[in-house]
C-alpha cells in the first residue's frame, strides 16, 4: 500500500508574537532568522500514516514537499522517524503560489510518482490557515476526499476514518484510493525520532523535482482569473493594554462586558 | 633485658596458624575475585592518571575523616573504630615482620611506647568506638540506617575480637609478670583478675583465646569481600580513582558517531569504574538523607537506585520479579529501576557531595537517561516538550509568547532599555548572556533588566546577543539528548566566534557551569563569571555604591549550580551583606548543604500530574523558607526562582515570604 | 473555467444554508447577513441554498425572515444523508443557472469541505476562514479580510469572479428577523449522479456534552485557585457549557483535586488558543499563559488587582467571581438563544 503525505515546511506558529513582522511591500511575513517547522498538523498526518505502517505489512509512505530548499529540513524530519522515501518539489524562491497553484504542482507529483493508496494532508498550514489545498488536490486527482479526520484504518483494502464535526463523531468508509486531511489529537502527536535514525537520515537521498520535471510552468500556475491576489497583509492594530471594566456594580460589568465581547464578535 | 616480648609465646604447633591463612586468603581472593570479574565487564574508562594527586587525596580523606565528620557522632566513632584498627593492624605488621622476616623493631623503646602503650589504646578506642557504633545503629537508629543481621555479626565480631585481644594480654602478663606490664595499661589491668588463678590453668585459657582470637580474626578477614567489611579496602581505593575532574564537568563526552550504543541500558554499558563504584557503597544513607526528592516525602532513593544496580550486579533480584530480565544482562530500568525514578533525580549534587566513598550517582543516571532518550525514544511527554522545542526553537521555553528580547521594554512597553548588540565589529569586555530562562520567563524578566541597569550605573563596557542567543544546551544535556546538546554547542561556539569579548557575564548558574565546565570538553576556553562575584566585584571597586540598605529580614537560598557545582557560597552572602542592615538568617540547609528548589536535571518540566503538594520538592524548601521567618528570600538562579516563587505561591496564603533575585536587590538598593 | 460576465446586471450572492436537523443553523443566518450586507454596494439580490432530503422546504420562510431574497430548494430523498459528492452536483447546477458572483459558505465542517471542490469545478477564486468582507468605495471591488499566521496578521485580497468564500463562525451578524420579507421560491430540479460507491457515511456518534476537547474548543473558561474548592468549580463548568465551552483550569485547581489533570492548561499541561479565553480566578502565572496565550481574547475576572493575568487579558473585571459568574451565565444564555 502506498501513502503520500503531503508536508509544509512553515514560519514557526509559535512564534512570540513581539517577534512577527510583516514586509508591507513583500505582502509577506517577515522571516530573518525565525524557526520553521514542519507544519503541526502535517506532523498528525505522518504519525497517522505510521501508525497505519505499524499495523499493516507492506505499507510505504512518501513524505511529499513543495517548497525551498530548507524544506529538506521537514522531509529529514520524515526520514527520522522512518518515513520510507523523501520527495522535494524544489520551489523558487521568489515564485508565490496560492492553494490553486500549489495543488496543481502536488498532483503533477504524485502522478508521477505514481500508483498512489492514500494521500493525507494535514487540514491546513499553520501559516496561512487556509485549509484548501488538499481538497482542491483531490479535485486535481479526481479523488473522493474526508477532511479533518482523527482516527483511520484500512479494512479489507477499505479506508474506515472517525471525523469530528459539531456535534459528534462521524464514522465514514471510503474505497481506496483516497485523499484525507488530518486534524490534531491526543492519538495522533508525533513520535520523538531515535536519535540513530536520526542520523541515518542525513544520510538518505532525497528525491528532487522541478517545476519543469513535472511539466508545470509558472503561467499553469497562475489558474487564469482565480489566482488569489492579496491586495494587502497587515498587522492587527492590538493594545495590550487590559480593559478593566468599570461598573457600579456587578450587573453593569457583566453587561458592559457582553457588549464588548458582541462588538468583537467574539459572542 | 631489653623490652620486647615473645611473640608465640605459650603457643605450641603455631604453624596451624599457616594453614589458616591459607584457608583465609583463598576464600578471601576468591570474594575479591567475583567481584572484580563482575566489575570487569563494564566498559574502559581511564583513572589511573596523576597517581601523586589522587595519592594525596585518598589519604586526606581517608586519613582527616573530611567527609565522615560531617555527621558528627558517626565521624567521632568511626574515627575511633577506624584509627584503632589502622594502629593495630600495624602492630600485627610488626609481628608478622619479625615472626616470617626475622626483622625484629619490636623491641625497646618501640615496643614500650608503640607495640605496648599505644596498641592498648588503640584497642580501647576501637572498643569505644564500637560500643558507639553499636548504640548508633541499634539504640539511636538513624532514619537513613539499614540494618540487617551481618551488621551485628561484624559489631560482636569486632568487639569480640579486640575484648580478646586485651584477655589474652591479661593472661599472659599475668603468667609471665614481665616488668613492662605497665606499659600496657589495660592488659595489666585484666591480668589483675588471672592472678588469683593458677598459672597452668591460665596459659591453657591464654592458649585457648589465642586460637579462637586467630580464627576469628581470619575469619573476619575472609568475610571481608562478602560483607560490608569490604569498604574499608574498597573505600579508599574508589576515593582514589575519583573522577580528577572538576564537579563542573557532570558526565563524559559521547562519540555520537562511534558509540555502538548510545547511554546505557544494561550494567555492562556502564565503565568498569561505575560498576566499581556499586560495590564501593557501605549503605551509610548519607546521600538520600540529603536529597531533596526523597527528603520531600517521594519513595526514591539514591542510595536504593547503586544498591539496586549492585544487586542486579550480583545476580540476585532486590524486588520479587519473575522475569529473567532481573539476571545481570537485562535492562535495568522497569526491572531494578522503577521508570520514573529515572526522570526524579535533580542533578543536585547533594548525594554526591556527602558520599563519604565518592560515589558518582549522577552520572549513572544520565547515562540511562541517554539511552532512553536517544536510543529508545521514550521518555516523559513533559521532558519531550523542551527537547523538541530546542531542536526548532533554540529555547526550551515550549509555548512561551515571549520573545528573547522583549524584558528589554521596560515594563510599561514603551521605553525600550538601551544595551549594546553585539556585533563582529565591536570589542566589549564583558558579554551579558541573559539564557533562556530569565529571558523568556515574565517573572524573571526583572533579573536581566536589572543587571543592565547596575552594569550601566558601575561604566561596564558591555552588550548582549539579544536574538542572536541560543540556549546554552543543558537541559538538552541533562535530560539526555547528547546529539542535540552536542549540535547546540557548535552552534554557540559559531555565535562566540563571531563576537569580541574578554569575559562571559551570565546570572543563571546552569549556563555558568556550562559555560565554565562543560563547554570546555569541545575546547571551548571561555572566562566565565557569575553575577554574584561580579556584582561583589564591583562593589569592592567602588563603582557601584549602595545607598538603601534593606531592614527586612532576609535568608539566601544557595543554588546548587553556584553552590555544590562550583564552591561559590560567599560571593552572594557578601553582596547581600553589604545590601542589608545584617539581618541575614540561614536556613537550616545552606551551604554544601542546601536544598535544590527541585528545577535542575529537567525538574523545572516535569510533570505534577498526581504529585501531592507536600512531595514536591520547591515546597518542601518552600517550607524550609518559611521557617525562618524572613521576610525575604534572595536567590541567584532564575531556576530557583521560578520554582520557588511557585513554591511558595502554593503555600503561603498570606503573602509573607517576597522571592527576589540579589540582581533584584541590589537594583533596589542603588 | 468560464468568467462570468462583469457586465450582468442584478447579479446574486448565493449562500449555501448549513443545516442542522433540518432547520438551518444561526451560522447560516450569520451568512444571509453577511451577504445581506453587501446587498446595496454590488446591486445584487441574496440567494439562499437548501439541499436536503424530501422535508427540507418546510423552513423557506425561515431565510425569507432572514433576508434572503430567492430560496433555491432541492429536495430529494437521495440528499439525505449528507454526502458531499451529491451537494457538489447540486450545486454546480445552481450555479450554472444562476451564475453567481459570490459563493458564500459557512466555514463549518461541511462547508470547508465543500467550497474549495466547488470553486475549483467552476473555476472561481476561493478564500477562506474570511472573518470580513468590504467593498472598495466606488467600486464593485470585493475585499476579503482573513486571519493567517496563527491571528498574528490580517490578510486582505480582492474577490474574483466568480469568487467562493468560507466565513468564519460568529464574525457576521444576521438580520433582525422580520417575518414580514418574502423570498422567491425556486425549486431545482437536478439528475442525481448514481455513485455506487464513494465516501459514505457509516455511522453518527453523538457527543457527550461534557466532551468538548480543550485543544479545540473555540471558547474555554477556565478556573484557578481563585475558585477556592471542588464544588465550587461547578460554577465554571455552568457557564462552561452555557457558552457550549470547554472547561480549562490552571494547575492550582488540578492540583487541589477539584477537577482532573486533563483539564489543565498551561506550559505542562494543554497549550489551547481559542477564540474567548475566560480565565476565573487564576493568577497569571508564566506557565499558565504559555498554554493560553495564544487566545485570540482573553477575559480575566479575579479579585487582586495586581494579578498578572490583567497584562495578558484584553478584558477585565475586578471583582470577586462569586458575584460576577452566575449573572454572566444568566445573560449569556439569553445572548447565545
Known sequence: MKIVVCMKHILDPELPPSSFEIEPEKKQAKIGKHAFVLNPYDENALEMALQLKEKKEDVQITALVYGETKAEESLRRALGVLADEAVHIVQETEQQTDAYGTAKVLAACINAIGPVDLIMCGRMAGDWDAGLVGSLLAEALALPSVCFISGLEIIEGRLRVSRQVEGGTEILESPLPVLVTVTNDESNVLRIAKVRDVMKAHRKPIQQYTLKDLDVSVSDLEQQGAYEELRDLYLPVQDNVCEIIEGEGPEEKIDALLTKLKAQKIL | MEPTREIYWNIANYGYLYVLLLITVAIFSRGVYRRYRAWMIGQEEKRFDQILQRLIITLKHVFVHIRIIRYPYSGAFHFLMFGGMVLLFFGTVVVFLKADFGLDIMHGGFYLYFQSLALDLAGVSALLGIIMAGAQRYVRKPGRYRTEIPDAVILMGLFVLVSTGFLIEGARLSVIQDSWARWSPVGHFISGFFNSTNADVTAGIHRLLWWFHLTLALALFAYVPYSKLFHFLLGPLNIFLQSMEPKGITVKRLDIETAEKFGAQILPDFSWKQLFDLDACTECGRCQDNCPVTMAGKSFSPREVILGMREQLRGSGRREKENDESQPMGPLIGNTLPEDWLWLCRTCRACMEECPVFIEVIPKFVELRRFQVMEEADYPKTLQAPIESLESRGHPYRGTTTSRTDWLRNGDGDTDIDVFMLNDSTAVDVLYWVGCTTALNEENMGIARNICALLKTAGVSFGILGDDEFCCGEPARRIGNEYLFETMVRQNMETFSNCKFKTLLTNCPHCFNMFKHEYSQFGVELQVVHHSEFLLKLINEKTLNINDKKTEMMTYHDPCYLGRYNDIYAAPRDVIDIASAGNRIEMDRSGDRSFCCGGGGGGAWLSEEGEPVPERVNVARAEQALATGASTMVTACPFCMMMMRDGINTIDDAGTLEVVDLAQLIGESI | ?337
Open chain 3, 1 to 337: 473555467m468560464t468568467i462570468v460576465n462583469e457586465g450582468a446586471v442584478m447579479s446574486e450572492i448565493l449562500v449555501y444554508c448549513s443545516q442542522k436537523n433540518g432547520r438551518v443553523t444561526k451560522a447560516g443566518f450569520e451568512a444571509l447577513g453577511a451577504a445581506q450586507a453587501l446587498v446595496e454596494s454590488l446591486e445584487c439580490a441574496v440567494g439562499a441554498v437548501l439541499i436536503g432530503g424530501e422535508g427540507v422546504g418546510e423552513h423557506v420562510q425561515e431565510l425569507a425572515a432572514y433576508g434572503a431574497q430567492k430560496i433555491y430548494v432541492c429536495a430529494n430523498q437521495h440528499l439525505e444523508p449528507y454526502r458531499p459528492e451529491m451537494h457538489l452536483h447540486v450545486l454546480e447546477e445552481i450555479f450554472n443557472q444562476v451564475k453567481p458572483r459570490l459563493l458564500l459558505f459557512i466555514a463549518d465542517s461541511n462547508g470547508r469541505e465543500l467550497a474549495p471542490r466547488m470553486a475549483f469545478r467552476i473555476g472561481a477564486g476561493i478564500a477562506s476562514e474570511c472573518i470580513d468582507l468590504s467593498v472598495t468605495e466606488g467600486t464593485s471591488e470585493v475585499l476579503i479580510h482573513k486571519p493567517v499566521y496563527g491571528g498574528k496578521a490580517i490578510a486582505q485580497m480582492v474577490a474574483k469572479s466568480p469568487q467562493v468564500i468560507t466565513l468564519r463562525e460568529r464574525c457576521f451578524e444576521p438580520l433582525e428577523k422580520d417575518d414580514s420579507r418574502r423570498a422567491d421560491t425556486v425549486p431545482i430540479d437536478v439528475a442525481l449522479p448514481e455513485i455506487s460507491d464513494g465516501v459514505q457515511l457509516v455511522e453518527f456518534v453523538e457527543e457527550e456534552f461534557t466532551g468538548v476537547k480543550l485543544e479545540e474548543a473555540q471558547i474555554i473558561v477556565s478556573g484557578g485557585r481563585g475558585i477556592g474548592g471542588k464544588d465550587q468549580f461547578k460554577a465554571i463548568e455552568e457557564l462552561a457549557e452555557t457558552l457550549k465551552a470547554a472547561v480549562g483550569s490552571s494547575r492550582a485547581a488540578v492540583d487541589a483535586g477539584w477537577v482532573p489533570p486533563s483539564f489543565q492548561v498551561g506550559q505542562t499541561g494543554k497549550i489551547v488558543a481559542p477564540d474567548l479565553y475566560v480565565a476565573v480566578g487564576i493568577s497569571g502565572a508564566s506557565q499558565h499563559l504559555a498554554g493560553m496565550s495564544g487566545s485570540k481574547c482573553i477575559v480575566a475576572i479575579n479579585k487582586d488587582p495586581d494579578a498578572p493575568i490583567f497584562k495578558a487579558a484584553q478584558f477585565g473585571i475586578v471583582e470577586d467571581y462569586k458575584k460576577i459568574l452566575p449573572g454572566l451565565k444568566t445573560k449569556v444564555k439569553e445572548l447565545l438563544s
